[in-house]
């Protein structure tokens, strides 16, 4: 089992830049990936960007490419999302994920509101 706390949401305006933080507990030495997500009013949950829990290959959306990076540091066991050039579509809950190799994302954040304004 592992257990995930999203933080560093907040407001910023269009352009700005805001980071993320997603800090894992338990059983963290055997965890194969783990994902940012997030879901807008209204809409599906969609998948922002993923990296290896410990080679650090990392993954993304095309809406995101260019724009957010994805990074971990192993010794704290926290994974970062660092969103820069924000647009208003950003605006959702943005949700930690992690899972192991053999199953799906399992294990969910509470999830952290980042919302973009003009």
């Known amino acids: 089992q592992v257990q995930l706390v999203e933080s560093g949401g907040g407001m910023v305006q269009a352009g700005g830049s805001l980071r993320l933080s997603c800090a894992a507990s338990g059983r963290t030495f055997s965890l194969y990936r783990v994902g940012w997500f997030r879901q807008a009013s209204g809409k599906e949950r969609e998948f922002v960007a993923a990296?290896?829990?410990?080679?650090?290959?990392?993954s993304y959306a095309d809406p995101v490419k260019g724009r957010f990076t994805i990074t971990i540091d192993n010794a704290k066991n926290t994974v970062h999302l660092q969103m820069n050039s924000l647009k208003l579509e950003d605006t959702a809950v943005y949700y930690c994920a992690a899972r192991y190799e053999s199953n799906g994302y399992d294990y969910w954040g509470q999830g952290t509101q980042v919302t973009v304004s003009s």
């Open positions: 990296i290896s829990w410990g080679p650090g290959y990392t």
